[in-house]
């Protein structure tokens, strides 16, 4: 799989919350884990897929599979080096995404998603709710800027996925963002993302850190 680092930042809203004092999201002492909220169909967390002898890249806290026929880009903070966010690209279109910390057995996608719906909103754009694979999900149109300094729309399919302790926000761009009924290799590819949330307590809404791994550090 090739390896590119983009230093553009990103245009998604952030999961975390606005406003109120951001809960804490804290392992719980003694007993058992609670199960997962994942069906058995993916994105999955590291603990389903434990053994399994699938090659994935190693992000720290996502494991993403190579997918034939997509590059796996990282959006990187150049003066810092952290990794703000991880994309597949292909010639039809880009799947962004990105894993943050929630609370057990929670539904932190109900919570965010009017909180991205609303952000769109200030910024000119609209949204429209959708039933999908991975339940509900926005179709965005969100004003920009083209490099040329002409007005354009951008469509985005926004998909949240709840997990152990852990919600992953997806973006889809081009055509599975305006045909998202022949999407099904874009979903594919989402639902193979493995999350490694880890045992610390983390502020709800908080993006898991993605490292950079040893090809993507040799690119210059």
Do not use: H, Y
């Not at 080096?81 to 690209?89: I, P, R, S, Y």
């Not at 609303?118 to 965005?140: K, Q, V």
């Not at 729309?153 to 305006?178: D, F, K, Y």
């Amino acid at each position: 799989m090739k390896f590119r680092r983009k230093a553009e930042p990103t245009q998604e809203p952030a999961a975390a919350t606005d406003g109120d004092p951001t809960p804490v999201d804290a392992p719980t002492e003694g007993g058992s884990t609670p199960p997962s909220t994942q069906t058995g169909s993916g994105p999955f967390d590291e603990s389903e897929v434990a053994g399994d002898g699938v090659e994935r890249v190693d992000l720290g806290s996502l494991l993403v599979r190579p997918t034939p026929g997509r590059e796996l880009r990282l959006q990187v903070d150049e003066p810092t080096g952290t990794v703000q966010a991880v994309m597949l690209a292909g010639p039809d279109g880009a799947l962004e995404f990105q894993a943050f910390a929630a609370p057990r057995n929670g539904d932190l996608w109900s919570t965010v998603r009017p909180q991205i719906a609303a952000d769109i909103a200030r910024r000119g754009g609209t949204t429209t709710e959708r039933e999908g694979r991975f339940g509900t999900e926005l179709l965005c149109q969100v004003p920009v800027q083209r490099p040329d300094g002409t007005a354009a729309t951008q469509p985005s399919r926004i998909i949240g996925i709840n997990g152990e302790r852990w919600m992953l926000r997806a973006s889809l761009l081009g055509r599975p963002a305006v045909e998202p009924d022949s999407s099904g290799e874009w979903e594919d590819a989402l639902a193979q993302v493995v999350v490694r949330r880890g045992s610390e307590a983390m502020p709800v809404g908080e993006p898991l850190t993605v490292v950079l791994p040893e090809q993507a550090r040799r690119v210059n």
